[in-house]
């Protein structure tokens, strides 16, 4: 059985003054935690203090965004209804990229697949205009997939 280590890392982030040495729990085995500490290369969109923002790379629409933490939390089931303000922060800082790239924030899918998911590291997408194809939207189905308003709903209740 494989268990994962969490490291926490000191990265440095470029802030409004110059660049800030945070340290961040990680996940040592995380492909999200190597794009936050830049081991692994992404085409980002968007680094705050909180959050990275980059293009899904199995896209299921013409704009496919993820939303990830920087701190490695496995999954939305593992936050509490004191994470709902996470969630939706989550969630503005993909609207707001999504316009910025040129999709439409008012005709879009934000959400979280559970209770299966293929990254153990929570993300959120942000798909507009629509999902595309049949085997994505078997994907991004109730089935397999919770709309943010669905997740904050779950979470009021832990």
Known sequence: MNSILHISKTIFQKSQVGFAAVTIRMSSNCVFCKIVSKETPSNILHEDEQFLVFPDISPAGKHHLLVIPKEHIVEIRSLTSKDIPLVQSMEQVGLS????????????????HWPLHSVSHLHMHVISPQVEGWVKSVQFSGCFFGSTESAVKMLEGK
């Open 97 to 112: 990229v999504l316009e910025k790239t040129g999709g439409d924030p008012s005709s879009c899918l934000t959400g979280f």
